[in-house]
Nanobody, 120 residues
Framework: QVQVVESGGGLVQAGGSLRLSCAAS????????MGWYRQAPGKQRELVAT???????NYADSVKGRFTISRDNAKNTVYLQMNSLKPEDTAVYYC??????????????WGQGTQVTVSS
């Protein structure tokens, strides 16, 4: 059974830092682009950052220069280092594994989410 499990959320003051971790099943991790997404109350889920299996990264404009996504293929884990946090970063953060195949097929596996709350 494929698992995607996030950890590391919590409460932090504005300007502080948090690091989120996401462990995925080894059977899919090395074939997957990994992504972090977030959903604030009353808003749609949005992309935060992604990293391909080859290490290419992509960020939402709102987090560029503050957040860093990275992956440790030996540990089947992806990280999101969040610095200079703002109250508007408050959301449930979700990790996703986008398992790619030779053709257009992509299988998505989502974690359960972890709450990040930034106080002003």
């Amino acid at each position: 059974q494929v698992q995607v499990v996030e950890s590391g959320g919590g409460l932090v003051q504005a300007g502080g830092s948090l690091r989120l971790s996401c462990a995925a099943s080894g059977s899919i991790f090395r074939f997957s682009a990994m992504g972090w997404y977030r959903q604030a109350p009353g808003k749609q889920r949005e992309l935060v950052a992604t990293i391909t299996s080859g290490g290419t990264t992509n960020y939402a404009d709102s987090v560029k220069g503050r957040f860093t996504i990275s992956r440790d293929n030996a540990k089947n884990t992806v990280y999101l280092q969040m610095n200079s946090l703002k109250p508007e970063d408050t959301a449930v953060y979700y990790c996703a594994a986008h398992r790619t195949w030779a053709g257009p097929r992509v299988d998505d596996y989502w974690g359960q989410g972890t709450q990040v709350t930034v106080s002003s």
